[in-house]
């Protein structure tokens, strides 16, 4: 999600970076599902992308979803 997001604002990891302060390394990570991160973390790069609360709520039930999917599959 935060690498689409991220793309579609045409910018670089380095410049969420600044416009975050949160390690460019730690964006990477995110973005390929290495590190979820935390609220304050999440918050910050929430407002850097500037996400409106639809946004939020869709990606959040898209994960709802999934984690569900992939719950059953494990039964």
């Known amino acids: 999600m935060l690498r689409a997001y991220r793309k579609r604002l045409k910018i670089s990891q380095e410049e969420l970076e600044k416009r975050t302060n949160i390690d460019r390394k730690t964006i990477f990570r995110i973005e390929n599902d290495l590190n979820i991160p935390l609220l304050d973390t999440f ?33």
């Open 43 to 75: 918050a910050k790069l929430v407002l850097a992308l500037g996400l409106s609360d639809e946004e939020i709520a869709l990606e959040v039930k898209k994960c709802i979803r999934i984690e569900k999917n992939n719950k059953q599959l494990v039964r």
